[in-house]
Structure formats: structure tokens, C-alpha cells
């Protein structure tokens, strides 16, 4: 077969599983060394057996010309189990089911689409299931025109990989090359990628490289060496990147990396977790990923990305390789996200810990990490390394997510934990973030359903294992009355979906609104585009609970003022010809939606007065 070598892994462009020939025929690929006889099972009406050949590295490969797309195949081992293929591309029946044959070419419309600059991202993460009541990709597109007309320029896919049963948090995924099912599959996929392309919005797609779920992983059967207990992660086997037999390892991840950014056009990956990704070779797998996805977009001519979410605080993730870096693009940065909940909740427990002061709060706005070289009270050590030598677009911050709202007893929101006035001020320290800002959904209107961690799984031990232990997890944290969610429950799951309508109504249509005007001041002032990390100065008066964040720009600079406290505050501007862009005080950006807009707060040469709780943008103009 074109791409596979004796004993070496298939080329980059050639994934694993089963590849449909333009001029017709079906490729079948899979790395088993450790079994002695491997075959196709076709199941037409009669089930075909068809041997497969094995080469020296202990890939087994079959060309079947009469196959075609919709044929459903198994691979039997040793004349006994008859397993799924690990790099299906469609489980139709489930996780435990026969896979099949996709083709995964497509009528694509994005010709003119080259992607969008990182410094022009505001992310909107979602979940297929949870984002409306349908749950598939085509679901997803009749809401395209709202997100942009918000402002957003990139969605965030949670992981759509397959998974047990057809709810999840997409963290299960077995099936790597597979679009769940129940969302829509490839064609869907492929479909909500060039619908959003068509309006002007990139889609980023989160993927797990860490681990495995534990139900419908069949990779343990057919290639053992896939894993290793050298290493522990939370969720599962650690993946052997770095061990003996890790070649083909790698082989089939940087490839799936690559076949979701060249057969889906998808625009940026979030990798999950790396932190609990181990590789102690020379060429890190993250590195060599990112030199493939970015070698990739040259030849394809699209912008590329690879995204770490990584709780180290580590520059070296997006430090280019002739600095020593890993070369990957951007990193999420958690600590941004700890210094405003701990700040406007008070919350101190677990990771919260020595978080909570305006002092951390201008630190992460500063430099994006708060804990950088310092003394980490939660870690008891000294954790972190100072930002140097990178860029403010290559941090993507948040007030809330995914993991920071669903790992919570309840899957409480700051909609619930926080007033109306401090939601206003946590928008202003998102949308006019000096990083890349991210919406959790359903954050743009203030929605005030959970979200909540939610599962189908159909092993009975693992449904125990699963219960037991969110209850166990989250016993200290359960308010009187209150039981932890039951993940199987599809109530859950009906809990956590949006009512997208609700940005029409009262406080939440004022919220989504306030977004609105914030990403629109974020497009149309320069100096509020992500800039050097030098380029952001933050002022603090911790007795008055007051930030100042100046950004420079040879075209104006921009001025946030916020008072963070109960009281009002009178505070002192800088010279200079500065005019007001919003107030929050504004009667327009009232509670009750009542109030007539406003051209803003009046600016004294002495200074400027901001109610309690709230925020004024100022801006210069140039020349």
C-alpha cells in the first residue's frame, strides 16, 4: 500500500484504519505486532474472512476493491475475537459494534477561506449535546449568525470523538477519528466547519491525547504497547510516547491531529490536558506535532494552530523551537480564570488556594500567569516561570469553562454564584482581556441552568465506579438537601442545555448586549487588540479595591478603569484627551433593561467618579 514501508509506521498523510481509494476500493491499515493472525471480517449478509499481511513493525494491511462506503467490518484476532477497528472513522452501532467505511471527501465551499490571525480570535466554547435540545452539528449552524453578530470569530468544539452511549462530556473518547454518531458524524462535522467558514468563523476542535475512556478501548487488545504504567495520569493508562514500540504510537496521534485539520479544514486544536502527556525523548511528541500541523498548513495554505491546555505554567509550550520551545501557538491560562472566581466569589478551596486578592487579579491581567516563580500555596512550592519572550495572543483566559463550571458539585455558573453588578465587571475583564477570551456558552446572557458532568455508559461496574465517586468527590461541597447529579441520569444532560432565548429577555438580553458592545470596542480600538506583554500596565490601590489597565497603541491608547468595591470611588486619571467608550453604570446597562443609552461617564480633568461595582472604558485618539 502507498505510504507503509516494512517495519516502519505509514506516513503522516496516510492515517491508520480504513481509507477509501479515489478510483475506488477501500485501504485497511492497523497496528497489532503482538497478534499472530489478524483478519478483516466484511459482514455483507455472509460474513467475509479476508487475511491480512503483516509486515515487519507489525502493521497489517488489506486492500478489498469491492468494498465501498457503508461497508461495516470487524478484525478477527488469532481465529477468535472479532474487535472493532481502533481507527474507525464512523461506530455506528455504538462503541462495542462493527465499524465503518466512510469517505470522508466533501463538496467544501471554503475555498477563500485561509483562516484567521490568533490575534483576532474571541473563542465561544460549546458542547454539541448541551448547546441546543437537537444535539448535532447541524443544529449548531442556524446560530452561527447570532455568535458572529456577538463578536465571536472562532468556535470551540468540546471533544466529539467517539464515545459510550450518545451523552457525554466527549472526555470517554475511544474512537479518535470518529465524529460521534449522535452529533451528525463526518458529513456533519464537515458540514458545521463550512457553514461557519461561509460567515467568517474559525472552529477549533478539542482533542484528548492523554488518555482513553475505559469503556469500548479496544486499543489494549490489539496493541498493549500502546500504554505503559511508567507513568499515572488522573483519568486512565498513561499513552507510551517515549518507551519501546512508541513510534507507531506516535504515528497514530500526530496523524489523527492532522486528518481533523486537512479532512475537516478544522482551524486549531485544543489539546487536552499535556500536562498528562509523558515524552522524555529528545523530540517531544508536542513538538513534533505542532512541526507537522504547521508544515501541513504551508502545503494546504490554511492557518493552522495547536492550542495546550496545560496547568504548569510553562512558556516553553509556545517558545519556538530555535528558542527551545515546543512551538506550539497558544496555551489556555488557567491562573486568569482562578484570580476572578476566587476574587468575586471568595472561594479558597482545592486549587482556589492563594488566589482570591486584587493583587493576583492585576497579576494575571499583567502577564496572563499569577504564579510564576512564586510560592504556590496550594502546590506548597515554588511554581511557574515568568512569560518572557512570548506574545499576549498566545494565552487564551476565560472567567468560566467547561472544567471550571462542570467539576463543581452542582455545575453552578457565576450567574449563580455572583450579583448582576459584578457579572457586568467579569465581562469587561473577559471581552476586553489583553489575551485571547473565551466564552464559556451560555456565558454571553448570563444562562442560569448548570452545567453538569453527564455520561451513557452501559458497563454496570463502571456506572457504579462513576456514581460513587462524584458522590464521594463532592460530599463536602453538596449544600443541605442538595444530591450530587447522577451523570446517567439523561436528566442531566436536559438540565445542562442552553435556552438560547433568554438573550432576548430582560438581564440576560442587558448581559448579551454588554458582551456585544465589549468584543464590538475590542474590533474597532486598536490598542485593545492583544499587543507585547510589555504593552499592558496595571495600576492597583488595594485599599479602594480599584484596577487601572492601560494598553498602549501608537493609534490611541486605551484606558479600563474599574472599581471593584462597595463603595464609590473617586479616582485620579493620567493626562491626556481621554474619552469615554462605555460605562457600566450607564442606565442602558441597567439590571431591569430600562434605560436609554447614554453617551457614558463625564470625565473631569481632576479625575473620574465610578459608581460601586462597576467599570468606565477610556480611549485616546492619535495625532
Known amino acids: 500500500m502507498p505510504g507503509i514501508t516494512t517495519g ?8 491508520p484504519g480504513a481509507t477509501v481509494r479515489p478510483d475506488g476500493g477501500v485501504d485497511f491499515v492497523v497496528w497489532a505486532p503482538l497478534i499472530d493472525t489478524l483478519e478483516l471480517v466484511i459482514l455483507d449478509s ?10 515487519a513493525g507489525g502493521y497489517w494491511r488489506a486492500f478489498v476493491s469491492a468494498a465501498a462506503p ?12 472479532q474487535l472493532p477497528d481502533p481507527a474507525s472513522r464512523c461506530q455506528p452501532e455504538g462503541v462495542h459494534g462493527p465499524s465503518e467505511v466512510v469517505d470522508t471527501r466533501f463538496a467544501w465551499s471554503d475555498q477563500r477561506w485561509f483562516g484567521t490571525p490568533l490575534s483576532e480570535y474571541v473563542v465561544y466554547e460549546l458542547h454539541v449535546g448541551a448547546f441546543t435540545p437537537e444535539g448535532t452539528f447541524d443544529a449548531i449552524i442556524p446560530h452561527l449568525p447570532a455568535l458572529k453578530e456577538l463578536g465571536i470569530s472562532a468556535i470551540e468544539l468540546l471533544p466529539v470523538a467517539h464515545f459510550p452511549g450518545e451523552r457525554n462530556w466527549g472526555y470517554d473518547g475511544v474512537y479518535l477519528y470518529a465524529p460521534h454518531t449522535a452529533y451528525g458524524g463526518v458529513a456533519g462535522l464537515q458540514r458545521l466547519v463550512d457553514a461557519a467558514h461561509n ?19 479496544y486499543l489494549w ?13 488522573p483519568w486512565g493508562d498513561a499513552i507510551n510516547y517515549d518507551g519501546p514500540d512508541s513510534d507507531p504510537v506516535r504515528h497514530f496521534v500526530i496523524a489523527n491531529a492532522l486528518y481533523w485539520l486537512r479532512e475537516f479544514h478544522i482551524d486549531a486544536l485544543r489539546l487536552d490536558a499535556v500536562h498528562a502527556i509523558f515524552d522524555f525523548s529528545a523530540y517531544h511528541i508536542l513538538e513534533e506535532m505542532a512541526d507537522a500541523a ?3 498548513s504551508e502545503q494546504l495554505n ?30 489556555w491560562a488557567d491562573d486568569y480564570h482562578h484570580a476572578i472566581h476566587s476574587f468575586f466569589t471568595g472561594e479558597q478551596m482545592g486549587y482556589y488556594q492563594g488566589f482570591g486578592g486584587i493583587t493576583q487579579l492585576a497579576a494575571a491581567i499583567r502577564q496572563a500567569y499569577v504564579y510564576a516563580g512564586d510560592f504556590s500555596p496550594h502546590r506548597a512550592r515554588r511554581f511557574g516561570r515568568r512569560p518572557a519572550d512570548v506574545h499576549a495572543r498566545q494565552f487564551v483566559v476565560c472567567a468560566q469553562n467547561h472544567d471550571q463550571v462542570g467539576n463543581r458539585a452542582l455545575g453552578d455558573r457565576l450567574t449563580a454564584l455572583i450579583g448582576f453588578d459584578q457579572l457586568k465587571l467579569v465581562a469587561a475583564l473577559t471581552g476586553l482581556s489583553p489575551f485571547v477570551p473565551m466564552l464559556f456558552m451560555g456565558e454571553e446572557y448570563a444562562e442560569p441552568a448548570p452545567f453538569q458532568y453527564f455520561t451513557d455508559h452501559s458497563d454496570p461496574e463502571l456506572l457504579r465506579n462513576v456514581r460513587e465517586g462524584r458522590k464521594q468527590e463532592f460530599a463536602e461541597f453538596v449544600p443541605a438537601g442538595e444530591e450530587v447529579p447522577d451523570p446517567q441520569d439523561p436528566a442531566t444532560l436536559a438540565r445542562s442545555t442552553l435556552n438560547l432565548g433568554l438573550r432576548e429577555q430582560g438581564r440576560h438580553k442587558v448581559i448579551f448586549n454588554l458582551y456585544r458592545e465589549l468584543l464590538h470596542l475590542r474590533r474597532t480600538i486598536p490598542a485593545l487588540a492583544p499587543g507585547e506583554l510589555g504593552a499592558i500596565e496595571v495600576q492597583v490601590d488595594a485599599a479602594a479595591q480599584t484596577l487601572l489597565i492601560w494598553r498602549y497603541h501608537q493609534a490611541g491608547d486605551a484606558l479600563l478603569v474599574l472599581n471593584l468595591g462597595a463603595e464609590p470611588a473617586h479616582i485620579s486619571l493620567p493626562p491626556g484627551d481621554w474619552h469615554p467608550a462605555l460605562d457600566s453604570s450607564g442606565p442602558e446597562w441597567a439590571e431591569d433593561g430600562s434605560g436609554r443609552p447614554t453617551s457614558g461617564a463625564g470625565v473631569l480633568e481632576s479625575g473620574i467618579t465610578l459608581a460601586a461595582q462597576s467599570f468606565v472604558l477610556l480611549h485616546t485618539h492619535s495625532g
Not at 70 to 81: I, K, P, Q, V
Not at 221 to 233: I, L, N, S, V
Request: charged share 25%; glycine share 8%; hydrophobic share 35%.
Open 8 to 15: 516502519r509506521p505509514p506516513t503522516f498523510a496516510t492515517p
Open 46 to 55: 455472509a460474513p467475509r474472512y479476508l487475511a491480512m499481511e503483516r509486515d
Open 70 to 81: 457503508g461497508t461495516r467490518y470487524r478484525y478477527r484476532l488469532n481465529g477468535s475475537d
Open 199 to 217: 460567515l467568517g468563523l474559525a472552529v477549533i476542535l478539542d482533542v484528548v491525547y492523554n488518555h482513553f475512556g475505559p469503556e469500548g478501548n
Open 221 to 233: 487488545a490489539m496493541a498493549q504497547a500502546f500504554f505503559t504504567d511508567r507513568y499515572k495520569t
Open 294 to 296: 504547521h508544515a501541513q
Open 302 to 331: 490554511r492557518r493552522a494552530y495547536l492550542i495546550a491546555e496545560s496547568d504548569l505554567n510553562d512558556p516553553r509550550l509556545i517558545r519556538p523551537n530555535v528558542l527551545g520551545g515546543y512551538g506550539l501557538d497558544a496555551q
